[in-house]
């Protein structure tokens, strides 16, 4: 009996991990979008940095401003989101700029601020397959 239960106890175990497995990634902030969001407006790039860690890519977009991005980062929360959309996880990108460089050249990023037109949003992980 002792060992029937071991048995059952093991394949239950390795049922649960098999089934976390099909999931999909777990967002590496607790912190969901909207919280996220909020703490991030009216910060610099540099304390963007020490909030969130350092970003997986840059992406220079405009003249004076980059896009960074967080993959797998957070997760959407909240009543405007859509039930079946709660719990998504996805990519952190925030658009920060640098206000003085048409008149001086590159400013270091404790003077480069989040973006108020862009600003911050996400983006949904590609489900396909290559």
Request: hydrophobic share 40%.
């Amino acid at each position: 009996m002792l060992s029937k239960t071991r048995a059952l106890l093991a394949a239950t175990a390795l049922l649960a991990i098999g089934t976390a497995g099909c999931r999909g990634p777990r967002a590496r902030s607790e912190r969901s979008f909207d919280e996220i969001q909020a703490l991030a407006r009216g910060k610099t790039a540099q304390q963007l940095v020490q909030l969130l860690g350092e970003p997986d890519t840059r992406q220079q977009i405009f003249d004076a401003g980059e896009q960074w991005i967080w993959w797998n980062y957070t997760f959407l929360d909240g009543k405007d989101f859509a039930p079946e959309m709660r719990g998504r996880v996805v990519h952190l990108e925030i658009v920060v700029r640098d206000p003085h460089h048409p008149a001086g050249g590159r400013r270091p990023y404790s003077e480069w601020l989040v973006d108020d037109a862009f600003g911050i949003s996400y983006q949904k992980p590609s489900t396909n397959a290559r």
